[in-house]
């Protein structure tokens, strides 16, 4: 009996330096793999499709340098999937260029959990089939963008709108504000944090929360609930993802309206929206 527990032993061991090993192995190739990005020049092809986007017009030569590292990596890295059209470098590069502005405060690699991009033209319909109390209900939905497990779907008309026409909204934003907020497995509105801004982000969060949902309840005008939209008081997972659309997208308006949680929201991304176009002051969303 003594024998064979020592084989199991030695048998999770040998089970734990394998995965050790082959962690290492992947560590040591994501580190080639950025260092060969690097030194990579950017293609100028890409800088003409960024050139139509405002936020990266107003970067400064560092910010843009970094990002252009990062647009490198998503494109490298993930897999994009045309919903009945064709995936192009424009498509590309507009998708990795917000994914990773949301993470510029992040180092190369940190909270990029996104395996697949699936791109439809326009809106897409999902079906959604559930059963309450043995009463099957079946629920047909139009769009623009949806994201579980690590993989995005998303509506290229509606980026294309967003760009067009920059305002609060951005929907490549708000699906991956989703997965960074998946990150711990729980599509709750709090992101995976430090143990120790639990309790802060919750308190904050919550009551911005209950705050707007009651005055929606009361039909109140506020001018905060018109800056988020009534789609954010869903539920948390909703809130925390318009919130971040508008953190990045209206960062002076957002600030004036919820500075607790703008507060949140820069200790979180690491960096200060409001002044991340800092070349370009007059910013203001």
């Not at 008309?157 to 989703?178: L, R, S, T, W, Y």
Request: some cysteine; glycine content about 4%; proline content about 3%.
């Amino acid at each position: 009996m003594a024998s064979y527990y020592l084989l199991l032993i030695q048998f999770l061991f040998a089970l734990i330096a394998l995965f050790l090993f082959w962690q290492s192995v992947g560590y040591f190739r994501r580190m080639w793999r950025y260092k060969r990005l690097k030194v990579m020049p950017f293609p100028r092809s890409y800088v003409t499709i960024l050139q139509n986007i405002q936020q990266y017009q107003k970067l400064t030569p560092k910010q843009k340098e970094k990002l252009h590292v990062m647009i490198l990596l998503f494109i490298d890295q993930k897999e994009f999937v045309g919903a009945k059209m064709n995936i192009n470098d424009e498509i590309k590069v507009t998708i990795a260029f917000y994914a990773c502005l949301m993470r510029l405060g992040f180092e190369l690699g940190e909270k990029d959990h996104v395996s697949t991009v699936i791109v439809y033209a326009e809106h897409f319909i999902v079906d959604d089939s559930h059963t309450i109390d043995g009463i099957h209900h079946t629920r047909t939905s139009v769009l623009e963008g949806q994201s579980a497990n690590g993989t995005v779907v998303i509506s290229w008309q509606d980026i294309a709108q967003n760009i067009a026409k920059p305002g609060k909204e951005n929907v490549i934003i708000h699906e991956f504000a989703h997965e960074l907020d998946f990150e711990d497995g729980l599509a709750d509105g709090t992101p995976l944090l430090e143990t120790s801004k639990y309790q802060k982000w919750s308190e904050v969060f919550s009551k911005a929360f209950r705050t707007l949902r009651n005055l929606e309840e009361r039909q109140k005008h506020s001018e905060g609930l018109i800056l988020l939209g009534n789609y954010a008081l869903t539920n948390e997972a909703e809130f925390f993802a318009v919130c971040s659309e508008r953190f990045f997208q209206i960062p002076k308006a957002f600030k004036n309206h919820f500075p607790d949680v703008y507060e949140e929201l820069k200790r979180f991304y690491r960096l200060d929206a409001e002044k991340l176009y800092s070349s370009h002051p007059d910013h203001n969303g």
